[in-house]
């Protein structure tokens, strides 16, 4: 089955310390996307990718950094300099062109106290 | 700028009933509309689109209108079921945006047995 996956479901870490989320697409997909939503609250734009090698700053982007180095794989990192990073963190990818949909993973919560 | 925006943050319904969810957005230059369902603790899931050349289409139980005069996108459920309790987001994408989607803040629609 095709789809995006996100590793771990739930992540705890101390105030500080940096940590990477996974996410990984086999959809052929040449765009990946980094949100985060609070609770109550929509999506917030961190990164996006359109190709490898190549990523733009969305809304949100300080204290987040992210590489796309291979065309499945979007990791994104939270910074210890993220002022507040505890959230649910959301993964997308999407052809480029075409109709725009976005596929969603199932999403990340972190939680640092 | 650019805005999507919902009329009604919160929306209880009676089972069976029929669900209408409310969408503003101001950018005159989108030419594609897209509601995603959330439930709890998941990723968004596509629920169905539209291009601005349209201003209806149904899928299953739910259909999207587009009234391009005043800028307004609904999404109506036939037959509100348990199973549609979730939050329901619009967005819209413009070649003014790099292909991203612009996200509302989302509705959460209750359902009353």
């Known amino acids: 089955d095709g789809g995006i996956t996100q590793s771990p479901k739930y992540l705890f870490r101390k105030e500080g310390q940096n940590v990477t989320l996974s996410c990984e697409q086999n959809?052929?997909?040449?765009?990946m996307y980094w949100y985060r939503q609070d609770p109550g609250q929509g999506l917030r734009l961190i990164y996006y990718s359109q190709i490898v090698n190549d990523f733009q700053k969305g809304d949100i982007a300080e204290g987040y950094s992210v590489s796309r180095e291979k065309k499945e794989s979007f990791p994104l990192t939270v910074t210890s300099a993220q002022k507040n990073p505890t959230a649910f963190y959301l993964c997308?990818?999407?052809?480029?062109?075409?109709?725009?949909?976005?596929?969603f993973g199932p999403g990340t919560r972190l939680t640092v106290t | 700028g650019e805005s999507v925006g919902l009329h009604l943050p919160t929306l209880s319904v009676q089972e069976g009933d029929n669900s209408i969810i409310n969408c503003a957005y101001s950018n005159s230059a989108s030419d594609y509309f897209i509601w995603y369902k959330q439930e709890s603790g998941k990723g968004p899931q596509f629920i169905i689109d539209?291009?601005?050349n349209m201003d209806k289409r149904q899928g299953q139980r739910v259909t999207v209108l587009l009234n391009k005069t005043v800028k307004h996108l609904s999404l109506q459920i036939a037959a509100t079921q348990p199973g549609d309790s979730a939050v329901y987001f619009c967005?819209?994408?413009?070649?003014?945006?790099?292909?991203?989607?612009?996200w509302g803040a989302g509705t959460k629609l209750i359902i009353k047995p």
């Open positions: 997308a990818s999407s052809i480029v062109g075409g109709s725009y949909e976005q596929y």
């Open positions: 967005a819209e994408n413009s070649m003014d945006s790099n292909y991203q989607l612009i």
């Open positions: 539209i291009r601005s």
């Open positions: 959809l052929n997909h040449d765009a």
